[in-house]
């Protein structure tokens, strides 16, 4: 079965420092893939998605992402943390006609 | 333009008891699917419904069904309550069957908790 896995389940950092979460996926072929936010007490919303060509997509807030297919990665960054992007992000892979989601990273930052 | 609205926001309900929890989609925006999101287990789709019709099913029992009225609003019901239905249920809406393009419109979700 086609999954995601979002190997850090919760991340501590200062701000300033610099973000990568990791998003790698288990589908070989043609993909959609997707980073979600959760703001707390917010909903969730589209931080960003690559469909086709620059594999490194740009997204709100300073977020970009890197799809690498050989790695079957997709993994979000962002040079500098800001205390608002406290939140939980998800990885999302569309492989056909449903959304596979991963388990989400929850994002600390502290001031 | 108005988000997707789900109604309640919050409730209680006790074992045995059913739900239904309801929801609006961005005008214009055909379908709509339902997931359950809990601390452990992350989001876990449920349904997705496009014109109406059932497009596609996760890995819940028969206790959880949903349907799809000609507005595109939707229900989902939840019969026979367990103490680990208690969850956020999240609606999103696209303008095509979702899977398709990925990018979901959520809402704030019902938080149900069952005692």
């Known amino acids: 079965a086609q999954s995601v896995s979002q190997h850090n389940h919760h991340v501590i950092l200062s701000e300033a420092a610099s973000l990568e979460l990791g998003c790698n996926y288990s589908y070989g072929g043609t993909v959609n893939l997707f980073w979600y936010v959760q703001y707390p007490g917010q909903h969730l919303q589209l931080l960003l998605k690559?469909?086709?060509?620059d594999p490194l997509v740009k997204g709100i807030k300073g977020f970009e992402a890197e799809f690498i297919k050989s790695k079957f990665s997709f993994n979000l960054r962002k040079p500098s943390v800001q205390w608002s992007d406290t939140a939980e992000y998800f990885c999302?892979?569309?492989?056909?006609?449903?959304?596979?989601w991963g388990a989400g990273t929850k994002l600390i930052i502290k001031p | 333009k108005a988000g997707v609205t789900q109604t309640p926001r919050y409730l209680i309900k006790t074992r045995g008891q059913q739900v239904t929890l309801s929801c609006s989609p961005i005008s214009g925006h055909r379908s709509v699917s339902w997931y359950q999101q809990t601390p452990g287990q992350g989001l876990q789709f449920l349904f997705e419904y496009f014109s109406e019709t059932q497009r596609n099913k996760g890995n819940f029992p028969g206790r959880f069904s949903g349907r799809q009225f000609s507005n595109s609003r939707s229900e989902m019901n939840v019969s026979t309550l367990e103490l680990g239905d208690s969850a956020l249920y999240l609606c999103a809406s696209s303008r095509s069957a979702g899977g398709d393009t990925g990018e979901l419109f959520f809402g704030e979700g019902s938080r149900l908790t069952v005692l």
């Open positions: 999302a892979v569309n492989s056909g006609y449903q959304l596979i």
């Open positions: 690559y469909f086709s060509g």
